[in-house]
């Protein structure tokens, strides 16, 4: 699939929709990006739409609204730099030289600090529905597009680099469709084999 997004030398998709967070800081000196990390939310959870995430990621949400919110947000400071939306629509919140705060506690065969190396894109979505077609196609061009600035080297779900403690995207995502989009070969996809589920 041909990419129809670039990331500019600032580490922005110009024709994503920008929505700048506060929640980021310089990555280690020396650490580029080389690994991008899949992440699935909604908020409140497995309810689309609305503007709960951007909220969230830029500090202003109100945890009063929810009681998910209340008992799980309050006082949480996270991003990540891109979000696609059901209808494929782009959103970024922080520039991918900079270091967002998506991963948490976390390790790639064996490196830890996930987010010191990797770009997160949050897919809305749910561990118990299926991500829509529009959401595939905007990620597949957006990992064309960071492939392009970056030594980008594997991709990830959450759940592989924080086993135990996060299960996003969860089962509904689909790997294969992902991989045949952008038509990266198997070593992109570190992962894969160990599950059988893929
Ligand atoms: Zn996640």
Not at 39 to 56: D, T, V
Request: glycine share 8%; hydrophobic share 35%.
């Amino acid at each position: 699939m041909s990419g129809t997004y670039i990331v500019d030398a600032d580490g922005w998709v110009p024709a994503a929709r920008k929505l700048v967070s506060p929640n980021f800081e310089a990555r280690p000196q020396g650490a580029v990006p080389t690994l991008i990390v899949v992440h699935n939310i909604s908020l409140p959870p497995n309810q689309f739409g609305g503007s709960a995430i951007a909220e969230l990621f830029q500090n202003t949400l109100d945890c009063d609204a929810h009681p998910y919110y209340d008992t799980h947000l309050r006082g949480v400071r996270v991003s990540a730099h891109f979000v696609i939306h059901r209808d494929g629509a782009l959103e970024q919140f922080v520039s991918c030289n900079e270091r967002a705060w998506h991963a948490g506690p976390s390790n790639f065969f064996g490196r830890e600090r996930c987010n010191d190396f990797s770009i997160g894109i949050e897919l809305e979505g749910s561990d118990t529905v299926p991500f829509e077609a529009a959401q595939y196609r905007t990620l597949a061009a957006l990992v064309d597009a960071l492939k392009a600035r970056y030594p980008i080297d594997a991709l990830a779900g959450h759940s592989d680099v924080a086993p135990g403690r996060k299960t996003d995207p969860g089962p509904h995502f689909e790997w294969s469709r992902l991989q045949n989009d952008t038509s990266l070969d198997a070593r992109y996809f570190p992962y894969l084999k160990f599950s059988g589920t893929r």
